[in-house]
């Protein structure tokens, strides 16, 4: 696939964890890169994204704690999640934006424990 997520994992509240996000082409070619979740019984929502510019947005739900990087060298767009709360709970998606195409993952479960 074009992008391949890895990372994901069983933490507890307050835990810290990174997502990985590996595209097999330049990342520099999406317009947007983003991480987007999806719990249970829930719609896909955008978490965090970054331009090519390098320009960043985040979810109100996550200011503060996350922070999305990349790597264009490896070609990685990242996610570093702090102070886990236990609505962090979701499968985490990359998503890649390269003008009319949107590039997906298949996802990592991040599971967050009380």
């Known amino acids: 696939g074009q992008l391949v997520e890895s990372g994901g994992g069983l933490v507890q509240a307050g835990d810290s964890l990174r997502l990985s996000c590996a595209a097999s082409?330049?990342?520099?070619?999406?317009?947007?890169m983003g991480w987007y979740r999806q719990a249970p019984g829930k719609q896909r929502d955008m978490v965090a994204a970054?331009?090519?510019?390098?320009?960043?947005n985040y979810a109100d739900s996550v200011k503060g704690r996350f922070t999305i990087s990349r790597d264009n060298a490896k070609n990685t767009v990242y996610l570093q999640m702090n102070s886990l709360k236990l609505e962090d709970t979701a499968v985490y998606y990359c998503?890649?934006?390269?003008?009319?195409?949107?590039?997906w993952g298949q996802g990592t479960q991040v599971t967050v424990s009380s």
């Open positions: 998503n890649g934006n390269a003008g009319y195409v949107d590039y």
């Open positions: 082409r330049r990342i520099l070619s999406f317009n947007v």
């Open positions: 970054i331009t090519s510019g390098g320009s960043t």
